[in-house]
């Protein structure tokens, strides 16, 4: 069961103007599961789009890129996002490519838009044919399906190894207006930083300059879903899309430091890491959610490396699931993060409020009792102070316990 993640409901998934959701089922996954979902959106929508870093790249990713490119060199803008689980698509050559370009043409012509105003995205099994097949039989019942209020749906269209569905609602005030941010997700193994085996779909009535769509959706996925990580594993999918469809009505955003951007910004942020945080809490096997909080680095780039060291051992993750205060696994990882000058004597570590080591060595207060009452709780903080400068980093992540290996072991039988 997902980590202290409370069951998400249709109410909490407020409709975008100018953006509307159909679901079906394809047959692509399982029989009698959602796994098709088609957003079309209002001539005039602004998309931005950040993708795994992963060089072996599925076919979706690479057409994504593609039409995005060419919709920011002056083509026809994005009408619609074509999103399939049970096959990623990935591992699949030129016949993988085709397919993808074969399932935008055929959504693109019954919308009545070019193939690359459709954007592709897949996720599921590695190195298996896309049933291209299906998904063109599926499209017209998607389409008949096409509502401003089937976000909830779709949340449980986009799932693979999920338990449960993600996503997230904000309103701010902007202009004079109410400017909605509606998002969901998906996502709960081969997760790691630089994206992971996820999906994300953000949208907002905002209406901003489409010059600023990128740097605040990468802002955005540096605050969140750059900050997760499950297992260490880089999917071949990763995709996290931001929509402005431009309805709200009030004076355009033109610079993202000015009151109005710094406001559309906030909430954008906030949906990104709800959704970031779900994805952690609903781990595959997950018992636990971690932040682990560097601090007092010289820059935060050395800090996240000693992060995301500790957050991606399976020894200090199978001790969370334990509940074992074996925490000198925690120091051997900062240890090997790659920081060439790092001085051991002068490295303080917490557990939530609990004083382990102190200038390097274990605190003369500290009591494996104490560790062990913080180590039994199901949300902890892990905080490293390096005592090098003033930065610091966020990452959040899960225990790894005997369900992990049990999902992936059986994830294609």
């Given at each position: 069961m997902p980590v202290n993640l409370s069951a998400l409901q249709p109410q909490d998934l407020l409709p975008v103007p100018g953006l509307r959701i159909g679901v079906t089922m394809a047959g692509i996954r399982k029989a009698n599961r959602r796994d098709l979902v088609v957003f079309a959106l209002d001539e005039g929508a602004a998309v931005a789009g950040v993708f795994t870093s992963n060089r072996f790249c599925a076919a979706p990713v690479q057409l994504c890129r593609e039409h995005l490119g060419a919709a920011a060199a002056g083509g026809a803008g994005i009408r619609a996002l074509l999103v399939n689980t049970g096959?990623?698509?990935?591992?699949?050559?030129?016949?993988?490519?085709a397919r993808a370009r074969r399932s935008c043409a055929a959504l693109g012509a019954l919308l009545g838009v070019a193939p690359q105003q459709v954007l592709p995205?897949?996720?599921?099994?590695?190195?298996?044919t896309l049933p291209v097949e299906r998904i063109e039989a599926g499209l017209p019942a998607a389409l008949a399906a096409l509502g401003g209020a089937n976000w909830f749906e779709a949340a449980h269209g986009i799932m693979t190894t999920d338990t449960v569905p993600k996503g997230?609602?904000?309103?701010?005030?902007?202009?004079?207006?109410?400017?909605t941010v509606t998002g969901i997700s998906k996502g709960a193994g081969m997760i790691r930083p630089d994206m992971a085996t996820m999906l994300g779909f953000v949208a907002t009535d905002a209406v901003i300059a489409p010059s600023l769509l990128q740097p605040l959706l990468q802002?955005?996925?540096?605050?969140s879903f750059n900050r997760i990580t499950i297992d260490g594993d880089m999917s071949t999918n990763d995709s996290f899309v931001l929509v402005a469809t431009q309805r709200a009505g009030h004076d355009p955003i033109t610079?993202?430091?000015?009151?109005?951007?710094?406001?559309l910004a906030q909430a954008?942020?906030?949906?990104a890491v709800q959704l970031a945080q779900a994805i952690v809490r609903d781990g595959e096997g997950a018992t636990k959610f971690i932040t682990v909080h560097v601090q007092g680095g010289r820059d935060e780039a050395e800090c996240r490396r000693a992060a995301y060291a500790v957050a991606h051992s399976p020894l200090v993750k199978t001790a969370f699931f334990a509940s074992?205060?074996?925490?000198?696994?925690?120091?051997?990882?900062?240890?090997?993060?790659?920081?060439?000058?790092?001085?051991?004597?002068?490295?303080d570590l917490f557990l939530d409020d609990v004083h382990v080591v102190r200038a390097g060595g274990r605190h003369p207060d500290y009591r494996e009792e104490d560790g062990q009452r913080v180590m039994k709780g199901s949300e902890i903080t892990v905080r490293v102070h390096l005592h090098r400068g003033d930065a610091e980093a966020l990452v959040w992540t899960c225990d790894l316990s005997h369900d992990y290996v049990s999902i992936n072991a059986d994830y294609r039988s």
């Open positions: 096959n990623a698509n990935a591992g699949t050559g030129a016949d993988g490519l995205f897949s996720t599921g099994v590695i190195m298996e997230a609602s904000r309103q701010v005030a902007i202009g004079g207006r109410t400017v802002r955005a996925a540096d605050a610079a993202l430091d000015s009151a109005e951007g710094r406001a954008v942020e906030a949906v074992d205060p074996n925490l000198g696994r925690i120091l051997a990882a900062v240890g090997y993060a790659g920081i060439g000058d790092l001085d051991q004597g002068l490295i």
